[in-house]
């Protein structure tokens, strides 16, 4: 009988994938690279800190509200900005913004429709700040001492999920910077999303699990997603605990 060996590779694989899986023993297959701190070189980096994302009055509480709280992501993301401003570390903050012109897109995905027919991350222009104080896409307001020190770089606003389409990484790069640590709002989609660019674009990336949150859906837990992606992905996650102290050795 003619015994085909590529087969036999494949099913060998497969299973030891299966086993690595279901035993729960990801971590002793996967290494952990790591990522040192280095002044100079490395800068905290927060997608979304907003209302819509973090408050409760927020337009997406329902979904993500459970997560953020069981997380403790609010306070989490407030210990890294005050560990972050304390030890001299630059804060980089990316956040969302809808403009009028933002809802004459011809087509959009799911999460893209839904938040413009919720009418997240609102605003009348780019210049007219009329009504938003304490809006949806305002800052939460316990982090506005950190965000608007006149030493944060607030960049221009990503128009999907990722920095593709903002100035992120030329700010970032025109600070010298190679070395993020990420965290924000939401984990599956615009800290993931920065992850995966960030890392493309060479870039190592430490993400930050318990810092982030997402929306649980009867399509899928939004979190658990993303946390597999970041083990896959990232040079490492780390706990806010263990972020905190990086940033302050």
């Not at 002044?39 to 953020?68: E, H, I, M, Y």
């Not at 009504?131 to 950190?146: H, I, N, R, V």
Request: charged share 20%; with cysteine.
């Amino acid at each position: 009988m003619k015994i085909n060996i590529s087969l036999i590779y494949l099913v060998a694989a497969s299973l030891l994938t299966l086993a690595i899986l279901t035993t729960g023993n990801v971590n002793a297959a996967l290494p952990d690279p790591g990522m040192k701190v280095v002044k100079g070189r490395t800068a905290l980096v927060v997608t979304d800190p907003q209302n819509d994302f973090l408050s409760p009055d927020g337009v997406t509480w329902g979904v993500v509200g459970k997560n953020v709280i069981a997380n403790n992501t609010v306070q989490n993301i407030d210990d890294l900005f005050k560990s972050a401003k304390a030890n001299g570390m630059p804060v980089f903050v990316s956040p969302h913004y809808y403009f009028p012109h933002d809802h004459g897109w011809k087509f959009e995905g799911a999460l893209e429709k839904l938040m413009h027919n919720i009418g997240m991350f609102d605003r009348k222009d780019a210049l007219n700040l009329e009504g938003f104080e304490g809006s949806g896409p305002d800052w939460l307001a316990q982090y506005k001492p950190y965000i608007q020190d006149g030493k944060t770089v607030v960049t221009s606003p990503h128009k999907v999920y990722g920095p593709e389409t903002n100035d992120l990484v030329l700010q970032l790069r025109k600070q010298g910077i190679d070395k993020v640590i990420l965290a924000g709002m939401s984990a599956n989609l615009c800290t993931e999303s920065h992850m995966r660019e960030l890392m493309e674009q060479g870039f190592e990336v430490a993400v930050v699990s318990d810092a982030t949150a997402a929306a649980q859906v009867p399509e899928g837990d939004g979190y658990a997603a993303a946390l597999v992606n970041f083990r896959f992905i990232a040079n490492t996650v780390w706990t806010t605990k263990q972020a905190v102290k990086e940033i302050s050795k």
